[in-house]
């Protein structure tokens, strides 16, 4: 008997009828002609054409809304019946197993739209002039709750006492938070209730008490403070110059809620809302609750508060660039540009070893890492040649260009002068090869601009004691004396930790990375590694660099 043609698919019944003008074909020609009859086929066309056409003229629309009643209804009759045949019995079966009562429970609550949140009715004679509310339930999560403070974190929102009404507000909305995600809490939203239970003549800490008493949904009763929404998250990022422990800040509104980070982390601020605390994430972090940092204008005050109050930092207040006070730093991805290397200037305490690693460095591969031949006012000797060991230039001319801004370092010797030219180094940059110097670390502020964009590494020494012993142990030959060749003395050695210490103070905010000089051979190692991910990796620059 065949199956009735009347609901089939109008494709599919063009389809067989061009089949059966096909005059052989054998066991094929059967097959797919038994297949395009076939129910389960012209079925599954159906949903595909009901899926192609959603968005379009047709939707989805249930055909029952109370499925699993009439499964009830069905169970009834079926009782009634006497077991007559095997498919009886499994149909009985199947309409009792749990999973299958599941769906058809799950799919009235699709169809009756019961997944929407239920708010109690406005009583009948509710006053019209009552303040507007509005009730929002949220899943308690692990997310901090807080101690008793000014401000308390509530499922990633904080709360406080308003100064001038005495009642309970949402003081912040952490980005990320379930408060943010729900878009249902503002800033300035008034509590009432939670739940069910009224926070009139409660303090903050009585609210939280409630909190952490609570199991599962909290249910929040709130005037809504009719001002602004929830406001959009930033883009900018920041390197932060300076270490952060939450905990150990005596002024953060709650410590609970604090981001803490580490010198040279990057931050996405995502919330610049609040003058004093800035919302923060940590770049790269899989949480995305934001925390609370301090903001750029109440570290600046710190920094400089504690600079004035300690007697200990005098001497480096006196050079300090008040221009720069290091705190954040607005940072974007630099990416590597082929035949564009960033230049790698070493920079650190005379007698530390940056010029020797600089040497090493280029011994590794002369064609690649290069160093710019310094110019000189002094006269050429019979055994130099011009452009080798120097480039050999007039005292005038050198003094012009000094005048001129084109050097980015310079000096005086013996009453001839000797320094390295911006030009010199765009030249090797342009080049293709990777330029490395090894400057005086005043020369920084003439290098790190957006034109060289150079990557910066401080080379640190070990302590007092470990630098004395690695040096003597290498037999490391003074760099503070050029007329002889000797040991250093104690005093040296206690003048390059002195010296590291203060360029540490004043330029570390400029440093990319830390290479410590305890072992030759290992620092070499670093900075190799530091060389390859310059030319390789995209890299955290000031974001002017990129703009």
């Known amino acids: 008997m065949e199956a009735s043609t ?49 968005g379009k003229d047709d939707k989805f629309y249930p055909l029952l809304s109370n499925a699993m009643q009439v499964t009830l209804e069905v169970l009834d009759l079926l009782g009634e019946m006497v077991a007559s045949s095997k498919e009886y019995e499994e149909l009985l079966g199947l309409l009792q197993k749990p999973h299958f009562q599941a769906i058809l429970c799950t799919h009235d609550a699709v169809a009756q739209k019961d997944y929407y949140p239920h708010l109690p009715d406005i009583p009948p004679d509710a006053d019209e002039e009552e303040e507007t509310v509005k009730i929002v339930q949220l899943v308690k999560s692990d997310e901090p709750l807080g101690g008793a403070q000014s401000a308390e974190p509530i499922v990633g929102a904080t709360i406080k006492t308003d100064e001038e009404t005495g009642k309970i507000v949402i003081a912040r909305v952490m980005h990320g938070g379930a408060a943010d995600r729900s878009g249902l809490i503002h800033a300035g939203d008034e509590v009432i209730e939670v739940n069910g239970i009224s926070v009139e003549n409660k303090t903050p800490a009585d609210v939280l008490a409630i909190l952490q008493s609570s199991e599962g949904t909290i249910t929040f009763k709130l005037v809504p403070s009719f001002g602004k929404g929830g406001s959009r998250e930033s883009k900018v990022r920041v390197r932060a110059l300076f270490n952060y422990h939450s905990s150990e800040d005596p002024y953060i509104p709650c410590k609970e809620a604090g981001l803490n980070f580490r010198k040279g982390d990057v931050l996405h601020i995502v ?24 903001s750029r204008a109440l570290q600046e005050g710190r920094i400089i508060h504690e600079r004035q109050s300690d007697p200990q930092t005098m001497d480096e207040n006196d050079d300090f660039d008040r221009e720069m006070i290091p705190t954040y730093e607005e940072v974007a991805r630099l990416y590597p540009r082929p035949g564009l290397v960033r230049p790698i ?66 000096g005086e010797y013996k009453g001839n002068l000797y320094g390295t030219s911006a030009e010199s180094v765009e030249s090797i940059v342009n080049s293709g090869r990777v330029c490395v110097i090894s400057p005086h670390w005043q020369a920084l502020k003439m290098l790190r601009t957006p034109r060289l964009r150079p ?19 290498a037999n490391a030959r003074s760099t503070f004396d050029k007329e002889s060749s000797r040991a250093f ?19 570390g905010y400029m440093f990319d990375e830390e290479i410590l000089n305890e072992d030759l051979a290992s620092a070499l190692s670093q900075l190799m590694k530091a060389a390859w991910k310059v030319q390789s990796e995209p890299l955290w620059v000031p974001a002017s660099w990129v703009q």
Request: proline share 6%.
């Open 6 to 54: 009347d609901n089939w698919d109008p494709a599919l019944t063009r389809l067989l009828a061009s089949l059966k003008e096909v005059q052989s074909g054998g066991e094929d020609l059967a097959f797919l002609s038994e297949l395009l009859q076939s129910k389960q086929l012209n079925a599954l066309v159906q949903v595909h054409n009901k899926i192609v056409a959603k």
């Open 345 to 410: 200037v070493l920079v650190g305490a005379p007698g530390v070893g940056r010029n020797e690693l600089r040497r090493r460095l280029v011994a590794t591969d002369p064609e690649k890492f290069v160093t710019p031949v310094p110019f000189t006012s002094r006269t050429l000797k019979p055994s130099e040649q011009n452009g080798k060991e120097y480039v050999f230039v007039s005292r005038e001319k050198m003094e012009q260009d000094i005048a001129d801004g084109k050097f980015i370092e310079h």
């Open 271 to 294: 919330s610049q809302d609040d003058a004093y605390w800035w919302q923060a994430r940590r770049e790269g972090d899989k949480v995305m609750r934001a925390g609370l940092i301090p």
């Open 455 to 473: 990557y910066i590494v401080f080379i640190k020494p070990p302590p007092l004691e470990k630098l004395t012993e690695t040096r003597t142990a």
């Open 489 to 507: 003395t104690e005093e040296e050695f206690s003048d390059i930790i002195r010296s590291s210490n203060r360029i540490n103070f004043l330029y």
